[in-house]
């Protein structure tokens, strides 16, 4: 029954999207349909922590022994999958008093968990309204600032560079100013939802952030001139894991970047360095006390992590070449608390070797052949040596668009 009830919402998607189309032939409305589809496969060579049908795959997972002692998560596995298919539509209202007007909205398949995987999740969803490339502001569901959107590394696999660059999206007002050419300023205050930090339930909790009544807070500054996009931002954000206590835990991040982009190289390189991070599909979390009796509450202290990862990509014709490197390490842990909730909070660092292929048989169709090594180091209690998964991706890419 949901299946068809999500079915029956994305045909009336379309039909709303195509009524638009000729709406905007007698408005004054530019309408662009556009999207991909994406087949892909891969294969590991350990079980690996991720989601939605082992798509977004982030590290190998520690051994899990049988009565016998067989680690059972050192087995290989594959899956093949189109759930990273995505539709989106973007609507373009000019001259209102000089000022540029345009909405998307934007889907894919993954669902909102492991158990909802091939039904339709909401990617963004916003208005942005702009004057002179000096001045915009985007309201809606979109990604964070402190994910840097321009630095998103070219990968075609959902994981794109987790658990090293941040992942996530939110419901926000963002803010951009540019005082002066190569200058961008940039703000915002949001909302958590589907990327929510972790509670105290070991589980994602918007509700958490939300009853605290403080939004995450992002500043950013860019530098933009002929090759080179480079910046800082600075986030902050506060939760209240326990609904019946007051207490919260307040935390910062930055990150550093620079993306230097001609006709035939791409290299970025950003470092990271942030506190309860999970939400952003980084790992860490935080600690708790147990219950203090004056003042009756918890105490927190959060985790952290260090990441610093390099993408180099090379056009060669059809050829595309490519290279990702990354390394994050967890610190800030403290055995002297009780409990700690968050994700992977016996891990303490991992590294990834990326190297790939993309080869365009035209513009808009492309094949994609991946070979990526990561390898992680637990806390010596979970696992006393490291251990590695080699991941083999092969997808394809066919993007079309109307306008």
């Not at 049908?53 to 002692?69: A, C, N, Q, T, V």
Request: aromatic share 14%.
């Amino acid at each position: 029954m949901k299946l068809q009830t999500e079915g029956k919402a994305f045909f009336l998607l379309l039909l709303t999207l195509f009524g638009i189309k000729g709406f905007s032939q007698e408005k004054n409305y530019d309408f662009e349909l556009y999207g991909w589809i994406n087949p892909q496969y891969f294969l590991n060579s350990r079980y690996t922590a991720g989601a939605r049908d082992g798509l977004l795959s982030l590290y190998p997972l520690p051994p899990h022994y049988s009565e016998d002692g067989k680690d059972l998560n050192a087995k290989a596995n594959h899956n093949f999958s189109a759930a990273t298919t995505r539709i989106g539509t973007r609507i373009y209202l000019n001259n209102i008093a000089n000022w540029e007007v345009v909405g998307n909205i934007e889907a894919d398949f993954t669902g909102q968990s492991d158990a909802n995987i091939h039904l339709l999740r909401l990617r963004q969803a916003n208005v942005r309204i702009s004057r002179n490339k000096i001045f915009s502001l985007t309201a809606g569901h979109t990604w964070s600032v402190f994910c840097v959107p321009e630095m998103m590394p070219q990968m075609q696999e959902l994981n794109n560079g987790t658990p090293f660059h941040p992942f996530s999206r939110l419901n926000q007002l963002r803010l951009d100013y540019s005082p002066v050419n190569a200058i961008n300023l940039v703000g915002s205050v949001g909302l958590q939802k589907d990327y929510a930090s972790i509670g105290i339930e070991n589980k994602r909790d918007y509700k958490q952030q939300s009853r605290t009544l403080i939004p995450e807070v992002n500043l950013q500054f860019q530098f933009i001139k002929d090759d080179i996009f480079a910046g800082f931002t600075g986030e902050m954000k506060s939760i209240q894991p326990r609904e019946e206590y007051d207490d919260k835990l307040t935390t910062y991040a930055f990150n550093a970047f620079l993306n230097y982009k001609t006709e035939r190289v791409n290299l970025k390189l950003q470092a990271i360095w942030g506190e309860n991070m999970n939400d952003y599909c980084l790992f860490g979390g935080f600690y708790s006390s147990g219950l203090n009796e004056f003042p009756k509450g918890y105490d927190y202290k959060a985790t952290n992590v260090s990441a610093v990862w390099f993408e180099a990509i090379f056009n060669v014709g059809s050829f595309m070449p490519a290279i990702f490197l990354g390394y994050a390490s967890h610190g800030g842990k403290d055995n002297q608390y009780a409990k700690r909730f968050g994700s992977a909070m016996a891990l303490e660092n991992v590294f990834r070797i990326a190297p790939r292929i993309d080869f365009h048989l035209s513009k808009d169709f492309l094949l994609c052949g991946t070979v990526e090594y990561t390898n992680v180091k637990y806390e010596d209690a979970v696992c006393g040596e490291r251990l590695a998964n080699w991941r083999l991706g092969l997808s394809l890419v066919y993007k079309f668009s109307t306008k």
